[in-house]
């Protein structure tokens, strides 16, 4: 799987969009973009994932670059539920072996 | 509630004790991962399932094993346990089929070796 890169941490504003950056310059032609989140203890939560075209489903909007060197995630509207660790894992998705190695993630903090 | 469910929520033991945590994957599901969480470390794949089969092996020590029955739910041991056993353990599920094969986590279940 390639590796990817995030910030540490991050906070935004309550209603404001939080944008979460990752990079994965390694990443090969079948690898897909995934991200989870993490809230405090809880069970990791899939949130969307991608290929090369921009996705966007009822939590949030994955852009991926034209070179797919790196992508964004945004939450349009965040709220302090939103405060959590986000993982971008880069895999591919098929097959019976499709294991998710995490890193250490960025920690988004919401204000209010 | 994500599907998958873990069994026990929390769990309190002593050095040199075996524990079962159980695992039941969301319907449908024919994949079980599970993975563990330290206070200090982040999420570690231990071992995967397919089917009854075991797929993939991570960083799972010798004292723990792992099996998936028929039904397809899953049971992770742990023996002689150390205090450094404790930890939060994920198990998560995924259709493990042709397509996104995202996984779905449960709540977790806490362990404290004493």
């Known amino acids: 799987d390639a590796k990817t890169t995030q910030p540490p941490s991050m906070d935004c504003a309550e209603g404001r969009a939080a944008n979460l950056p990752c990079n994965h310059s390694?990443?090969?032609?079948?690898?897909?973009v995934y991200w989870y989140r993490q809230i405090h203890s809880q069970g990791p939560q899939y949130i969307i994932h991608?290929?090369?075209n921009n996705e966007t489903n009822e939590m949030a909007s994955l852009i991926i670059t034209e070179d797919r060197k790196s992508s964004t995630l945004i939450l349009p509207h965040a709220t302090l539920r939103d405060t959590a660790v986000y993982y971008c894992?880069?895999?591919?998705?098929?097959?019976?072996?499709?294991?998710?190695?995490f890193g250490k993630g960025i920690t988004l903090s919401v204000r209010p | 509630d994500s599907g998958v469910t873990q069994t026990p929520k929390h769990l309190i033991t002593a050095t040199g004790q075996r524990v079962t945590l159980r695992c039941s994957p969301r319907?449908?599901?024919?994949?079980v991962y599970w993975y563990q969480q330290s206070l200090d470390q982040g999420l570690q794949f231990l071992i995967q399932?397919?089917?009854?089969?075991?797929?993939a092996k991570g960083n799972i020590l010798e004292r723990f094993s792992a099996q998936q029955f028929p039904d397809l739910h899953s049971e992770l041991n742990l023996s002689s346990l150390e205090l450094g056993d404790s930890a939060l353990y994920f198990c998560?599920?995924?259709?493990?089929?042709?397509?996104?094969?995202?996984?779905?986590f449960g709540a977790g279940s806490r362990l404290t070796v004493l």
């Open positions: 998560a599920s995924s259709p493990g089929v042709l397509g996104a094969n995202v996984l779905t």
């Open positions: 390694t990443i090969s032609g079948n690898e897909y």
């Open positions: 991608g290929l090369k």
């Open positions: 894992i880069v895999r591919v998705p098929t097959g019976a072996n499709s294991k998710l190695t």
């Open positions: 319907s449908g599901d024919l994949s």
């Open positions: 399932y397919y089917n009854g089969e075991e797929r």
